[in-house]
């Protein structure tokens, strides 16, 4: 606080580096503070740090990295959790931790996929939505939107992608198509009631263009509550795609899945309950340290850092 | 805004949506490759009959042609014939609802009370290790996928513990009761099949948590900090201050008001019940129409997933309407018109 005081009685030239190091490193420390008050959101972003280093370092850190795709030994099939294989074996002697490993990858993956597609184009039409609110382009968007908000997102992105090939690609696809409407609904409602303010009219009247007034002037006042949603959004996004690839619509065999390991070893159910209960477990902790390190983000978020 | 404006309102959205959903599901369904025709018939039939399949389904006009075509018949209740069942769709449907809204009913009863329960008991401890304990569970009930509580609870109860069944709506040794309703549990009552009906309701017991679980915490939670809020309100330090016992002010005032938010979570989670219902429905082996939409889906059988899809879309708004409706009979200063208006 104090060095921000400090700033407005100096001239800005006489703020040295050092002074904007100290001032960065300040801010930081209240963001840090803001989201480490809730103890469990440590343990979140804790949990999804250790998951995304062990994805990107999945063929150094797995202990059979070639069993990630199609390998058999049935020598070593079957086998309960032993010291070799800390989460077991499936039938053809792959080593499910392994496995678990490299399917974060997809589910990471796709979370980045879907949410970097879905959130601009929602961001975008939500923007033209809400600045032209009352035209026929206003009618056109936010109706569309109401007809992909009508259906439970995972029943609609299930028929999308059951028409599609089912791979990874295609799952993808279907999870976009249901994303984007929750987010151009979010902007909508914020960039309608920001349209009528002094700031925009003012741009109006000084002949600002359409792109300065949309993207300069009413976005940022947006884009708070769509980073919080954002947060929150990367456990349902991989919640929904392990849903698909639970029923066969997601990553196809012998590229693992979250999903499809947990169906996988529901037919040998309960002799080789490691098969379903660890990829379970990891999909739990996925989401759980997602869900957990978004709520800290959001209270980060909403406390603001003055 | 009286009451029927606001029903008009809510039913003309609905309509709209309902047809909008109808448009995109059929669009998708013409877009992809492959010819409907072909593949409800198979690699082997000969081409003429295909053909006259096609015709029969309109396949050789213009897709807005066809969307017409499709429109009419689906107004007239007439979603074609499942390729799979070989069946009308309408009738499919009709065979497979009530199950689901069986455990509809019943996860919603789970939802509720369970979601009551835990958010007083929490409220009324706060700040204790129960209320943790209770926190904790929260978090992990909205992160577990329905379909991995339904996996874990088979391998739990039905096969190690051998306490509830697994499958099915029924035992096989015990008569269904005659379908008056087609919700076992009413048409047992009626029949006077206790035995039916202590089967039908044990057979309900885990496909029904597993898809309450994510809601009830989540409704646990929000009932929870409600309650805490409400708490701090006058209304409840004047009724302390006459004296009202404690236990008294919790049950009979503080837990109507503190229910509002609730209700509406309860709402918003109406979509992650009936997805979850979708998955656990297949794994339950439970015959509802979210199982047979899933095999509509895996066999691709169009015709069944469009229907499934628009039910689903007119079930989810009948339900927002329901909704809204016991949100305002709950609080009298939510005006029906400022529900969705706002």
């Given at each position: 606080m104090t060095a921000v005081q400090h700033s407005k009685s100096r001239p800005e030239a006489v703020l040295g580096l050092n002074m904007k190091r100290q001032r960065f490193a300040e801010n930081m420390g209240k963001y840090w503070y803001a989201f480490s008050r809730n103890k469990l959101s440590v343990v979140g972003l804790a949990i999804v740090l250790t998951i995304v280093i062990l994805a990107i370092l999945a063929p150094v850190v797995t202990p059979y990295p070639e069993h990630a795709g199609a390998f058999v030994d049935y020598d070593n099939a079957?086998?309960?959790?032993?010291?070799?294989h800390i989460f077991g074996t499936d039938v053809f002697g792959r080593d499910i931790f392994t496995r678990i490993v490299f399917s974060f990858r997809g589910a990471l993956l796709i979370a980045l996929v879907v949410l970097s597609i879905a959130v601009p184009v929602g961001v975008l039409l939500g923007l033209i939505a809400g600045y032209f609110k009352g035209t026929l382009l206003d009618t056109v968007i936010m109706r569309t939107t109401d007809v992909f908000l009508a259906v439970p997102p995972l029943i609609l992105a299930l028929a999308i992608a059951s028409m599609l090939k089912p791979n990874m690609m295609n799952s993808m696809i279907a999870v976009t198509l249901m994303w984007w409407p929750w987010y151009t609904r979010i902007v909508y409602g914020m960039a309608a009631s920001c349209r009528n303010e002094y700031f925009v009219i003012a741009a109006e009247l000084t002949g600002a263009s359409k792109l300065h007034i949309l993207f300069r002037e009413i976005l940022p006042n947006c884009l708070s509550p769509v980073f919080t949603k954002i947060a929150l959004d990367v456990g349902w996004v991989i919640l929904i795609s392990a849903s698909l690839s639970f029923v066969g619509l997601g990553e196809q065999p012998p590229t693992p899945a979250l999903g499809q390991m947990v169906s996988d070893g529901a037919k040998y159910m309960p002799d080789l309950w490691w098969m379903t209960i660890f990829p379970a477990l990891a999909i739990v902790v996925i989401i759980l340290g997602f869900n957990l390190a978004g709520d800290g983000l959001r209270d980060m978020l909403e406390t603001g850092v003055k | 805004m009286d009451l029927r404006s606001f029903l008009l309102r809510r039913v003309f959205h609905s309509i709209f949506v309902v047809v909008g959903i109808s448009i995109v599901i059929f669009c998708i369904a013409r877009l992809v490759p492959g010819d409907p025709a072909r593949m409800a018939l198979?690699?082997?039939?000969?081409d003429e009959v295909v053909e006259r399949l096609r015709q029969e389904m309109h396949l050789d006009k213009p897709i807005y042609e066809q969307y017409y075509y499709w429109l009419t018949g689906v107004l007239r209740g007439d979603f074609g014939r499942s390729l799979v069942t070989h069946q009308p769709v309408l009738q499919d449907i009709k065979e497979t609802l009530p199950a689901t809204m069986e455990i509809a009913l019943v996860a919603g009863v789970i939802m509720v009370v369970l979601s009551i329960i835990l958010g007083s008991i929490a409220a009324w401890y706060r700040d204790t290790v129960i209320d943790g304990i209770i926190r904790v569970m929260a978090y992990f009930g909205v992160a577990i996928p329905g379909f991995v509580v339904a996996t874990v609870f088979i391998l739990v109860?039905?096969?190690?513990?051998?306490v509830l069944p697994v499958l099915g709506r029924l035992s096989s040794n015990i008569s269904v009761p005659?379908?008056?309703?087609?919700l076992l549990l009413v048409d047992s009552l009626i029949a006077g099949n206790m035995v039916a009906f202590k089967d039908a309701l044990l057979h309900l017991l885990l496909p029904a948590s597993s898809v309450a679980m994510a809601s009830t915490f989540q409704a646990a939670r929000i009932t929870r900090s409600s309650m805490v809020d409400n708490m701090q309100r006058d209304f409840v330090a004047a009724e302390r201050g006459y004296g009202i016992p404690e236990r008294r002010i919790a049950l009979r005032y503080l837990l109507k008001p503190s229910l509002i938010p609730t209700v509406s979570v309860l709402g918003l989670s109406l979509a992650n019940i009936i997805e979850t219902s979708f998955l656990v429905e297949l794994i339950f082996n439970w015959p509802g129409i979210s199982r047979y939409g899933m095999q509509a889906i895996l066999s691709k059988d169009l015709n069944a997933i469009s229907g499934v899809v628009v039910i689903a879309g007119l079930g989810f708004a009948v339900a927002n309407v329901i909704v809204d409706l016991v949100v305002a009979n709950l609080d009298p200063r939510i005006r029906l018109g400022g529900v969705k208006g706002a």
């Open positions: 079957s086998k309960p959790p032993s010291r070799s | 198979g690699e082997e039939a000969p109860f039905g096969y190690y513990w051998h005659p379908r008056v309703t087609g």
